[in-house]
């Protein structure tokens, strides 16, 4: 393995994300439910879950999010962008709701 590649999986595996991330990551990748969630070896209806927030994002699945994103080569510089989208999502989701004062 080149040092980049090893530089990547290092940075995947030490960085940290939240349950907001997982739809924009699987979407990043044109990926179904189904399809990521084979990915990640759970149930489809356990990522459906877990995207909404509505099932804890124990350390359980977030060892299996990591290696989902090494399956499919998930950059750092993909990850960061993830990292933003999911955080402006959130703050138009606020917005729309009337929770969040502008």
């Known amino acids: 393995m080149i040092a980049s590649e090893r530089q990547k999986k290092d940075f995947i595996r030490h960085y940290k994300f939240d349950f907001r991330m997982i739809k924009v990551i699987r979407q990043m990748r044109n990926m179904t439910q189904v399809q990521w969630s084979e990915l990640m070896g759970i149930a489809n209806t356990t990522l459906s879950d ?5 099932h804890e994002f124990s350390p359980f699945y977030y060892e299996k ?18 990292k933003k989208l999911a955080r402006y999502k959130h703050i138009k989701d ?3 709701k009337g929770d969040m004062k502008c």
Not at 65 to 82: H, I, W
């Open 65 to 82: 999010m990591k290696f989902a994103m090494q399956k499919v080569n998930f950059s750092t510089y993909e990850l960061e962008t993830a």
């Open 50 to 54: 877990l995207e909404k927030g509505k």
């Open 94 to 96: 606020e917005l729309e």
